[in-house]
């Protein structure tokens, strides 16, 4: 089944020290993204990307960093920049290509600092 | 800045309709309703989306109102398993998909 997979589903980190997440996608989608979600608040954009070896700054980008070598996979690193970065990260993908902008999403990746 | 307004949380009986309403009366022509749900540590999941017409498929029916100006999601035989977060999406910008606060929906047995 074609879908999203992000991991590690949990992660812990110590204080400066940076950390990956990963997200793969084979739904052939062009557009990725990823948002970061506090607990009992919505989702909040840190980046996005339209196609390969491009990507945009969301609304809070401060303090983590992307790449898209490839379509289907756009990790996320967040470094030691990031102040408080304990919360649950989603990737997402859209086909991109038709009128309607439907975002499917992995699992999420819950990210805790110790 | 979501252009959407949701009541912050509803309560509905098991077996019966949950209807969430939404307002978006700054929505533009181009604009789509999208709605989603998301269960407590899940990912969002998508249930429907429309332009103008009322929408359904085997999740849920969408009304939108003639003047696109607010927009329901009915879920026609609510269970547990319904119990969530839903959010009504109009602003899309770009490739840009911004979530609002969303309704908490508690569907009791």
């Known amino acids: 089944d074609g879908g999203i997979t992000q991991s590690p589903k949990y992660l812990f980190r110590k204080e400066g020290q940076n950390v990956t997440l990963s997200c793969e996608q084979n739904?052939?989608?062009?557009?990725m993204y990823w948002y970061r979600q506090d607990p009992g608040q919505g989702l909040r954009l840190i980046y996005y990307?339209?196609?390969?070896?491009?990507?945009q700054k969301g609304d809070i980008a401060e303090g983590y960093s992307v790449s898209r070598e490839k379509k289907e996979s756009f990790p996320l690193t967040v470094t030691s920049a990031q102040k408080n970065p304990t919360a649950f990260y989603l990737c997402a993908s859209t086909d991109g290509r038709s009128g309607a902008n439907v975002l499917t999403f992995g699992a999420g990746s819950r990210l805790t600092v110790l | 800045d979501a252009k959407t307004t949701q009541p912050p949380s509803m309560d509905c009986a098991e077996g019966r309709a949950a209807n969430l309403p939404c307002n978006h009366s700054?929505?533009?022509?181009?604009?789509?309703v999208y709605w989603y749900r998301q269960i407590h540590s899940q990912g969002p999941q998508y249930i429907i989306h429309?332009?103008?017409n009322n929408e359904t498929n085997e999740m849920a029916s969408l009304i939108i109102t003639e003047d696109r100006k607010s927009s329901t999601l009915i879920l026609p035989h609510a269970t547990l398993r319904d119990t969530a977060v839903y959010y009504c999406?109009?602003?899309?910008?770009?490739?840009?998909?911004?979530f609002g606060a969303g309704t908490r929906l508690f569907v009791k047995a």
């Open positions: 429309g332009l103008k």
């Open positions: 700054t929505i533009s022509g181009n604009e789509y």
């Open positions: 739904l052939n989608h062009d557009a």
């Open positions: 999406i109009v602003r899309v910008v770009g490739f840009k998909t911004i």
């Open positions: 990307s339209q196609i390969v070896n491009d990507f």
